[in-house]
């Protein structure tokens, strides 16, 4: 039961995030537009409504779940006396696809994989790393102690991003251009499922590399706190081996790392949609940076312009994504959580 009304608190969290998110988009996107078109000289009707912030709201949540739609685009046809023409009018589905160079499925697919592949090895490097550290002290600890504070005050992506791009540049390792490493593994003929590692393998260790401290930090506190309860001495004066000693604290720890693991997850995909935008990888980071930004255009008189594009519905779309992600990941944590801990399912 106390899964189960985890699960609805978590829905229920989620659809007033979908609700206040999508009338904040609203509303950004009709101020841009405002100013957009004040520049052109056409005059704008005024704020926003909560009611008309609604309903965009609504219409994003529909163009959000017509993209999974696979039905065709329609044709408008126009006629001025005896000329016809006709207009192609896409679909959501064929418009995502055109700007993005993929499907929405394997947009979501691609920043799904590179989460999993970070959580993965900064769930298993942490926890090893913290529970040496924790138990034995020494080196481990100190090493640790010492890079914690750094890569806490300073973006761990940068420091990952300048070591990976340096041994791209020396060693030749993978790719920096997910997208054009991926097309010419097409064109001749020599993609697999280990192209498609081989191409994410500096996004992935670039957020592995960025949070494993920080994990390995908490798992080596969490382990540290454990040493001075009654029960680790008990099993000390027992003359326990090591390893035995070191395996159940790992067991004592896990429910609260994966705690830690559960409210850093927005965290970790947001680095992730960073991460995207620059090794150039078309999941749903990619597609947030390239619905919001500056556009260029050059004038005939020689001039360059600019404007600021905004598409609502297309950054809609990915927070919705965003909402959705971080709720697998609580549920996942949750049942995990009580599976692993007894004392929650005994209400202790």
């Known amino acids: 039961m106390r899964f189960i009304g985890k699960v609805l608190e978590n829905v229920t969290l989620l659809i007033i995030v979908l609700v206040i998110t999508g009338v904040l988009i609203a509303q950004a996107e009709h101020k841009i537009n405002s100013i957009e078109m004040n520049k052109l000289g056409v005059p704008v009707e005024g704020e926003m409504g909560i009611r008309e912030s609604l309903e965009k709201t609504y219409e994003y949540a529909n163009f959000s779940f017509a993209l ?62 913290g529970l040496k550290a924790g138990y034995r002290g020494g080196r481990w600890d100190k090493v640790l102690s010492t890079l914690a504070p750094i890569f806490s005050a300073i973006p761990g992506w940068f420091w990952a991003i300048f070591l990976l791009w340096t041994l791209w540049w020396r060693l030749d390792l993978s790719t920096i251009d997910y997208m054009s490493y991926i097309a010419r593994a097409k064109a001749t003929g020599e993609i697999s499922v280990f192209t498609y590692l081989n191409a994410l393998l500096l996004p992935v260790l670039t957020l592995t590399f960025a949070n494993v401290v920080i994990y390995a930090f908490n798992v080596r506190t969490l382990v540290k706190r454990e040493t001075h309860e009654e029960h680790f001495f008990a099993d000390v004066l027992k003359g326990l081996p090591d390893k035995r000693i070191m395996k159940k604290l790992l067991r004592t720890v896990l429910p609260s790392f994966l705690t830690f693991t559960s409210y850093n997850f927005l965290s970790l995909l947001i680095n992730a949609m960073a991460v995207e935008k620059l090794f150039n990888v078309n999941g749903i980071g990619y597609v947030f940076a390239c619905s919001a930004g500056k556009n260029y255009h050059p004038s005939p008189g020689g001039e360059i312009t600019q404007t600021f594009t905004f598409n609502g519905r297309y950054i809609f779309f990915v927070a919705l994504v965003m909402v959705l992600l971080y709720f697998i990941n609580s549920t996942v944590m949750e049942a995990l959580y009580l599976k692993l801990d007894p004392r929650v399912r005994r209400n202790v």
Not at 69 to 81: D, E, F
Not at 90 to 109: G, N, Q
């Open 68 to 129: 999974f739609s696979r039905k065709k685009g329609t044709v408008i046809v126009a006629k001025q006396g005896d000329m016809e023409a006709r207009i192609y009018n896409p679909s959501p589905r064929e418009s995502f696809e055109e700007v993005f160079m993929t499907t929405p499925e394997k947009a979501i697919l691609t920043t799904f994989i590179v989460l999993l592949l970070t959580m993965a090895m900064v769930f298993l490097l942490g926890l090893y790393w």
